[in-house]
């Protein structure tokens, strides 16, 4: 039986000046249906061959995250030819992107203080080629997990932006009530039974978001096999700011994972097997750390939120106005720019635009992080 054709998929279909009925079907399964019907949608959309589609996954986010901006978002991607990847290789991992959302975030000479006008006219046409720029010299970034098959575990990196928290600060997050996150992860073939560790680059916001659900009133773990990994630094510094200030995110996306008993703190001598390892990366906060993967190298590292825009790699020296130390995060990223400057080892970092990840190249007195 067909599942029914919403009023959003007609529109979606429309705009992209597509008639396939069966696209439009396909789509409303993706949005509608159980999680085996939005795999075998998937799996449509992977191969669609409709010429106005680049890469029927931007069509998928659009409609999945119903947002107000996504199909304008999606639309001009398509059309600039940005991949929309979600799945990646390296060594014996295989790594997934699980977007929650991605668009337009603050102005980047807001973003980046360091950031003088004319800097931003010199990088302009590259960044908005890249789709990491708006027309209105706004940032464009993404919120995602990343999750990582390894020959022996499932380990989910940096749990998001989350379902029914209170951000007044960000209105599109506040008291959030949409599915795009769980659907996303059932899309990339997984259940929430299926993560055996939840790992932490750092306690904001944006990333840690996902690690609980309210059930009956109570803040439980999303994952409930999982253990969770914090940093121990990062986990003192955000009790020691909580004890002077409550901070939502730690009260309603840490502490309840602590008292399940679901929590590891763990410190820089923390691996897990042979294949995952601590890289400490401070400035950002300061127990922000990155994780590398791989057996006997670093075949992937993910960098959370050292940088946040690829212009951060062509100018280490730009800190985010979010880094509670500048100076070190600036010191930090040149740091680790220059350990993985012209390995095969992949960067993942938590905020470029899709497709996100990509290996650090020299550029001049900088970097560059080129696509894969």
Known sequence: MRPRLSIFSASLVLALNVSDLDF??????????????????MDILANIRIPAVRDAHWLFYAFSSRQPHSLHFARKRQRQGIPMSLKF????????????????FLPALDMLPGLTPELLAENRAWMKAAGALDDSDTLILAFQSYIVKTPHHTILIDSCIGNDKPRPGRPSWNMKTDDNYLRGLAAAGFSVGDIDYV???????????????LENGRWVPTFP??????????FDYWTETN???EVPPFVDSVLPVVEAK??????NDFVIGDHVRILPTPGH??????????????????AGDLMHSPIQTHYPELSAKFDVDQAQAAKTRRGFLERYCDT??????AHFPSPTVGKIKRKGNGFVCETV
């Open 24 to 41: 439009v079907m396909t789509m409303t399964a993706a949005r509608y249906g159980p999680p085996e019907q939005a795999l075998a949608a």
């Open 89 to 104: 290789a390296a060594g014996d991992l295989t790594i997934h992107r699980i977007v929650e959302d991605e668009g337009l």
């Open 199 to 213: 790992m932490c680059t750092h306690l904001h916001v944006d990333h840690v978001g996902w690690n609980t659900r």
């Open 225 to 234: 096999n999982a253990r969770y990994v914090f940093d121990k630094g990062e």
């Open 243 to 245: 004890a002077k200030a």
């Open 262 to 267: 679901r929590a590891d703190l763990v410190g």
């Open 285 to 302: 906060t300061p127990g922000h750390v990155a994780f590398s993967f791989g057996r006997g190298k670093d075949d992937a590292v993910f």
């Open 344 to 349: 095969d080892t992949l960067c993942c970092p």
